[in-house]
């Protein structure tokens, strides 16, 4: 199966600020078949990017993603409040689809 | 508008059963496959597998074999998640999300969670 890992682990950041959050696959996902998703505390995870790059329904533009092959990046522009969040990568090119362990976005 | 919503929270004792609902409202149910997600707590999300809801025909991700049954009533547009012999290393929240039609498997559209603990 393919690993997924995520850096950095913690990313502590200001409102107003640019985050990059890294997706490295242990192998090359296929076809570009890489997810992120945002999960807020008591709340189901929330797809955001799919085709590494392609925004979900209703996702702000702030969010883009980027990447192929092994190497993937999700950036934040201007972070607002509510970004504020842990967010997953997930490759669903093979079986099993899997995760990433997380980073968490936190307020510095 | 697409929803899942989940039955609420369960408190088990181990070795007992426990069977988690998955209703589905705002699109046609047999159109899209079901799959279920499991998070343990504090940690991340871990795939159990996904069943047709078509067919019926269920696939268990590796580690979910044996004591985890997915199960549908169409008729109610309702997937189930069926575990027996409960551990404490199954309490978690657990997850229904729809997958995308077409290949991969990308989850659109999740349930809000069923946390099941597993405690004497």
């Known amino acids: 199966e393919i690993v997924l890992t995520q850096s950095p682990g913690t990313l502590s950041l200001s409102p107003g600020e640019r985050a990059t959050l890294s997706c490295r696959a242990s192998q090359s996902v296929s076809s570009y078949y890489l997810a992120w998703y945002q999960q807020k505390p008591g709340q189901a995870p929330r797809l955001l990017i799919y085709g590494a790059s392609s925004r979900a329904a209703d996702i702000p533009d702030r969010f883009s993603g980027s990447g192929s092959g092994t190497d993937f990046t999700l950036t934040i522009n201007r972070l607002e409040p509510e970004d504020f969040a842990v967010y997953y990568c997930?490759?669903?090119?093979?079986?099993?689809?899997?995760f990433g362990q997380g980073t968490k976005l936190e307020i510095k | 508008q697409v929803q899942l919503v989940q039955s609420g929270s369960e408190l088990k004792k181990p070795g007992a059963s426990v069977k988690v609902s998955c209703k589905a409202s705002?699109?046609?149910?047999?159109?899209?496959?079901m799959n279920w997600v499991r998070q343990a707590p504090g940690q991340g999300l871990e795939w159990m597998g996904w069943?047709?809801?078509?067919?019926?025909?269920?696939m268990y991700a590796q580690g979910f074999t044996g004591r985890f049954v997915f199960s549908l009533d169409t008729s109610v547009s309702t997937a189930y998640l069926q575990i027996s012999g409960l551990k404490a290393e199954d309490t978690a929240m657990y997850y229904c999300?729809?997958?995308?039609?077409?290949?991969?498997?990308?989850?659109?559209?999740w349930g809000q969670g069923t946390l099941v603990t597993v405690s004497s």
């Open positions: 997930q490759q669903y090119g093979s079986s099993p689809p899997t």
């Open positions: 705002g699109y046609t149910f047999t159109n899209y496959a």
């Open positions: 069943i047709n809801t078509n067919t019926g025909d269920p």
């Open positions: 999300a729809r997958k995308t039609r077409g290949s991969g498997g990308l989850f659109d559209y």
